[in-house]
């Protein structure tokens, strides 16, 4: 079932001021009696990129002891992605109101912005400076923006006062994260979803998108197409429909670079690809954040994951030596076979890296790399044995 | 039982794929991570190869 009437949920024309956020209820107590259960009913998944249950992650931090800690994650280091800054820059009260709505739900008595975009930082301070209701005032933490610097272990880790480098797990966050407390971690898109149904309920949500992937996302999408940028989309959209929402295809695509620089490149077929967790992870990538490149006609694949395991080698926080090693023979790999010098150990080496290298890092960095080792050699044969 | 390794401690020693080869495995420049889900068949060796890491580097979870 897919329906996709684009009611907008998160997507305005333009930023709402408090005003217009009251109007529409934020700040208001929830209709539902349970929003942990609501949030369950609705099946949110996390908008960071993992799509993990957003209801498991708060009644795990809800059911563990002691003083908690939530964090609105907008630090969005996926170079492709847009949204999390758009959505601070123009519904700030939003991501508060989730902010404050999952604090009161987890029982946290502390929330902290977790930001690394300068104007992100000043539209929340002010939004902060405003806050219309009493009691727990969000801080704002800001980092300098890295990939590795999103991840969850790295906010708490700096939110901590150390580097925002991430660190093996266990612990996991919401066993330990900041200052050793159970901590939430959490993506602003998915805080303004859980407002959203706080208000609307589970059931509204679910009248867009799938079974498995239900409602709405923010997507940013670049490259070849008339109207590059970000978008509401309900899940379960073809990747050529959600194209035709930013003006249609320039030209017919050379691939997909998918869910951000971290799901690896999908071939032109993939047009046709669903657009929800479970079928872009069944084409062998991730819908991750939501990020999607089209590559315009006649781009060379290897051309372009020279360029992006490149800048994995260079973005590796080096704290891993499989990741420092593994990273950086990735990107010799393919500068090889973009320069037709590779050998065929080069090929079987890349073959190989891509199916063995994810999960051996502290971080899920590693297999971002690896993955664009795996899908360049299952998605462009022919290029790749050039 | 459960056994990590912490990628960001591992330095290359290698004693634990030496001492629990079931359980722990080296990449091509010798950094180790568990086999599987990391439950050991042979606890006694887990805890002989978290003993033996130079770095500290292996957690084992009760």
Redesign the interface.
């Given at each position: 079932m897919v329906t996709t009437a684009t009611q907008h949920r998160l997507l305005t024309p333009g930023p709402l001021d408090l005003a217009a956020e009251l109007e529409r209820g934020a700040y208001s107590p929830p209709a539902c009696d349970d929003v942990i259960a609501e949030l369950e009913a609705a099946g949110l998944r996390g908008r960071g990129g993992a799509g993990f249950p957003a209801s498991v992650k708060w009644r795990t931090v809800a059911d563990a002891s002691g003083p908690r800690v939530v964090v609105a994650n907008g630090e969005e280091g996926e170079p492709s992605s847009r949204k999390d800054r758009w959505l601070l820059l123009n519904r700030p009260h939003l991501v508060l109101d989730g902010l404050l709505l999952a604090a009161r739900t987890i029982g946290a008595d502390r929330a902290v912005v977790y930001l690394s975009h300068e104007e992100t930082v000043t539209a929340m301070r002010e939004a902060i400076a405003e806050l219309p209701v009493p009691g727990l005032v969000p801080e704002v933490h800001v980092v300098e923006p890295t990939y590795v610097a999103g991840e969850e272990t790295a906010a708490c880790r700096s939110i901590s006062g150390g580097p925002a480098l991430?660190?093996?797990?266990?612990p996991r966050v919401c066993d330990s994260g900041v200052d050793g407390r159970p901590t939430l971690v959490s993506n602003v898109e998915t805080l303004a979803h859980a407002a959203w149904i706080s208000r609307n309920g589970a059931a509204a949500y679910r009248e867009s998108g799938t079974a498995g992937s239900p409602g709405t996302t923010l997507v940013t999408l670049t490259g070849a197409c008339a109207a590059p940028g970000v978008y509401e989309v309900p899940f379960g959209l073809t990747v050529a429909e959600l194209f035709e929402v930013a003006g249609g295809f320039t030209g017919a695509p050379a691939g997909f670079v998918m869910g951000g620089w971290f799901g690896g490149l999908l071939g032109p077929a993939h047009a046709s690809t669903v657009c929800t967790y479970e079928a872009v992870r069944a084409a062998g990538s991730g819908f991750g954040c939501g990020a999607i490149t089209a590559l315009a006609p006649g781009t060379d694949p290897l051309t372009v994951a020279a360029e992006i395991t490149a800048w994995y080698a260079a973005e590796s926080a080096q704290?891993?030596?499989?990741?420092l090693?593994?990273t950086a023979a990735i990107r010799d790999a393919f500068a090889a076979l973009r320069d037709g010098t590779a050998s065929d150990t080069d090929r079987h080496n890349l073959e190989r890296w891509g199916r063995?290298?994810p999960?051996?890092?502290?971080c899920a960095f590693l297999d971002g790399a690896a993955g664009w080792a795996r899908t360049v050699h299952d998605e462009f044969p022919d290029h790749f044995g050039r | 039982m459960k056994v990590?390794?912490?990628?960001?401690?591992?330095?290359?020693y290698g004693a634990c794929a030496e001492l629990a080869p079931n359980l722990f495995e080296l990449?091509e420049?010798?950094?180790a991570?568990v086999i599987g889900d990391g439950v050991p068949s042979d606890e006694a060796a887990a805890r002989r190869a978290a003993a033996a890491c130079p770095e500290l580097a292996i957690?084992i979870?009760e």
């Open positions: 991430p660190t093996a797990r266990p704290q891993c030596g499989a990741c090693k593994g063995t290298l999960g051996r890092g502290a | 990590f390794v912490d990628a960001t401690k591992c330095s290359g990449d420049w010798g950094y991570a957690t979870e």
